[in-house]
């Protein structure tokens, strides 16, 4: 694969709402940086599920980051979805589930503001033992719903895969997260609304371009790090502490059609670094 072939790819970041000030947004675009995936996770108290701001005033915040962004033409590309141990759209017991659904219809009012076209759902938090199915149901009747919410706010849904490299975490009390491998990637997605897509976590699996090639046009977005599939490293890429094959992850991107952003889930010291280690693994394939 050419270099010239790449280039269609936007660079972009994650960084959280809070961090999305007029200055930090120029920077970014002054960086080369085309868009950003954000969230809300500094807003929020998890335990509650409630918001340390008021109504007005996340609605405001909002309003601000979004003139701030057009200002500055940074594309808001994708929100990434609160998460953790009360946020689990696979809930099985049913009240909790509802009210993780409502606690995310209230999310997604504000960030539909920012006018992303990607909303990002993680698929469950750690499981208890022997009820993966459970989850598994719970999950694409949550997607269902969901994906009415985010469709609503005129955005496509897209649910992530997560770190999986074994099914039991290492006190054997519980098991990892939904869409662990490969297989199981497939089989959920085979159960979702066909207009429901993934993102791709390039450090929650080995051997990560396998996983592209298998679900192929329904990967509408990256989450960029190095690793190993084995722990959430998160390493930057041009730190050279990972083990993807960067030139097997291009060829797959460009083997399935891949029309979204190289958006990283990693950090690096200065803003401009981005764009670089992009440049740099082009140049490698």
């Not at 405001?60 to 979805?81: L, N, P």
Request: aromatic share 8%; net charge positive.
């Amino acid at each position: 694969m050419s270099s010239a072939q790449a280039q269609k790819y936007k660079v972009g970041i994650s960084i959280g709402a809070n961090a999305l000030s007029k200055k930090k947004l120029q920077q970014i675009s002054d960086a080369g940086i085309d868009c950003v995936e954000t969230g809300l996770t500094a807003y929020i108290n998890k335990d509650s599920l409630t918001f340390i701001l008021t109504d007005a005033e996340m609605m405001k915040k909002m309003r601000e980051i979004k003139q701030s962004a057009t200002e500055t033409g940074v594309e808001i590309w994708s929100i990434h979805m609160p998460y953790g141990k009360e946020i689990d759209i696979s809930f099985v017991d049913e009240a909790r589930r509802k009210k993780v659904i409502a606690f995310h219809q209230q999310v997604l009012k504000y960030v539909a503001v920012l006018k992303p076209k990607l909303i990002l759902f993680h698929p469950s938090y750690y499981l208890e033992l022997h009820q993966r199915e459970l989850h598994i149901e719970q999950l694409v009747k949550s997607v269902v719903e969901l994906n009415q919410m985010v469709k609503a706010a005129k955005a496509t849904m897209v649910v992530e895969n997560m770190l999986g490299p074994a099914l039991l975490v290492a006190k054997g009390d519980q098991e990892r997260p939904l869409m662990r491998t490969v297989e199981e990637c497939l089989a959920i997605f085979r159960r979702l609304p066909a207009d429901v897509y993934a993102a791709v976590d390039l450090n929650h699996i080995a051997a990560p371009e396998k996983l592209l090639l298998a679900l192929g046009e329904r990967v509408k977005t990256l989450h960029v790090a190095d690793g190993d599939g084995k722990a959430e490293r998160h390493y930057f890429p041009c730190d050279g502490k990972g083990q993807n094959d960067w030139n097997a992850i291009f060829k797959a991107l460009q083997q399935i059609n891949y029309k979204g952003p190289f958006l990283y889930e990693s950090s690096t010291k200065e803003l401009s670094g981005y764009r670089e280690c992009y440049d740099k693994l082009l140049k490698m394939n």
